[in-house]
């Protein structure tokens, strides 16, 4: 199996990476910009590209299983999706550990997420960008016939139903890992308003970061220097992007207004006195030890 490493292109301040992220969007046939591209933004660049069904631990074949059937046990009452793949996106939506990982077609929502962490300032962010339309050309034969006749580069949860009603019957489709993108219903505005697809692997036990170092011609990851975050973050809030709109309600509300009237100062000054702490704590330590 072929395997590489991920291009990996380090931006120096926000125009360069207003440029980066629509490199190559140009669709000569159609004379538009139209990047068939899925964005994931991290606040850490060493985050790792893991389903949350992944990071529970072991067994995640066993595990996928008992969570799905208790998230539409339990939650029935308020909801009805029609299919697993409803309920799949629906618990993901809500937090519930599932194979699948949270994009966006925007790259400017991907921006926000990956400087939306004061805390996480003095470390690189990354922007993860996935050419989906070429990663179709590695999944399997039916699922390339619905893309076809539906004339579309990614997929609903009723066309990955007409192919597959379990995750199962998905899984089947082909011997070699392979990953579909698909748009989840509009369940509320904050999907709406973030543009947001999943990525779906066919396995629960896939990490997609391995997958994509097996085929790194389908991805770039776009490094957002620490000491360009602050710019970022600003132009970002001048652009109304911000937690007010892709959280919509009064959670989002108050993380936009903590994260807006938290001082730079006050943060510099936060990360002065941590750094002092593990300096002081080595040199006590470093003393005990003699």
């Given at each position: 199996?072929?395997g590489?490493?991920?291009?990996?292109?380090?931006?120096?301040?926000?125009?360069?990476?207003?440029?980066?992220?629509y490199?190559?969007?140009?669709?000569?046939?159609?004379?538009?910009?139209?990047?068939?591209?899925?964005?994931r933004?991290?606040?850490?660049?060493?985050?790792?590209?893991?389903?949350?069904?992944?990071?529970?631990?072991?067994?995640?074949e066993?595990?996928?299983?008992?969570?799905?059937?208790?998230?539409?046990?339990?939650?029935?009452?308020?909801?009805?999706?029609?299919?697993i793949?409803?309920?799949?996106?629906?618990?993901?939506?809500?937090?519930?550990?599932?194979?699948?990982?949270?994009?966006?077609?925007?790259?400017?929502?991907?921006?926000h997420?990956?400087?939306?962490?004061?805390?996480?300032?003095?470390i690189?962010?990354?922007?993860?960008?996935?050419?989906?339309?070429?990663?179709?050309?590695?999944i399997?034969?039916?699922l390339?016939?619905?893309?076809?006749?539906?004339?579309?580069y990614?997929?609903?949860?009723?066309?990955?139903?007409?192919v597959a009603?379990?995750?199962?019957?998905?899984?089947?489709?082909?011997?070699?890992?392979?990953?579909?993108?698909?748009?989840?219903?509009?369940?509320?505005?904050?999907?709406?308003?973030?543009?947001?697809?999943?990525?779906?692997?066919?396995?629960?036990?896939?990490?997609?970061?391995?997958?994509?170092?097996?085929?790194?011609?389908?991805?770039?990851?776009?490094?957002?220097?620490?000491e360009?975050?602050?710019?970022?973050?600003?132009?970002?809030?001048?652009?109304?992007?911000?937690?007010?709109?892709?959280l919509?309600?009064?959670?989002?509300?108050?993380?936009?207004?903590?994260?807006?009237y938290?001082?730079?100062?006050?943060?510099?000054?936060?990360?002065?006195?941590?750094?002092?702490?593990?300096?002081?704590?080595?040199e006590?330590?470093?003393?005990?030890?003699?």
């Amino acid at each position: 199996m072929r395997g590489g490493l991920v291009q990996e292109i380090r931006i120096k301040d926000w125009n360069e990476l207003g440029e980066r992220v629509y490199e190559g969007s140009w669709e000569a046939g159609i004379a538009r910009f139209r990047p068939n591209v899925a964005f994931r933004g991290l606040s850490d660049a060493n985050y790792a590209l893991k389903s949350g069904l992944l990071r529970l631990g072991s067994s995640p074949e066993r595990l996928e299983g008992h969570l799905l059937r208790n998230f539409r046990k339990y939650a029935r009452r308020d909801s009805a999706p029609d299919s697993i793949w409803d309920w799949m996106a629906l618990g993901q939506h809500h937090g519930l550990p599932t194979r699948l990982i949270d994009w966006t077609y925007s790259p400017y929502v991907a921006m926000h997420f990956a400087t939306a962490r004061l805390e996480d300032f003095e470390i690189d962010g990354v922007i993860w960008s996935v050419d989906f339309a070429a990663a179709n050309e590695l999944i399997p034969k039916k699922l390339k016939e619905v893309l076809r006749e539906e004339g579309s580069y990614t997929f609903t949860v009723d066309m990955l139903n007409s192919v597959a009603r379990t995750p199962a019957e998905f899984d089947r489709l082909a011997k070699e890992p392979f990953v579909v993108f698909f748009e989840p219903p509009s369940l509320d505005d904050r999907i709406v308003n973030q543009f947001a697809l999943f990525s779906l692997m066919s396995s629960p036990a896939a990490a997609l970061d391995d997958w994509l170092n097996q085929h790194p011609q389908l991805c770039r990851k776009i490094i957002i220097p620490a000491e360009a975050k602050w710019e970022v973050r600003d132009k970002l809030d001048q652009a109304n992007i911000t937690e007010r709109v892709l959280l919509p309600g009064l959670d989002g509300l108050s993380s936009w207004l903590r994260r807006y009237y938290t001082p730079r100062t006050q943060k510099m000054k936060q990360e002065s006195e941590r750094e002092a702490a593990e300096a002081m704590a080595k040199e006590t330590a470093g003393s005990e030890s003699h």
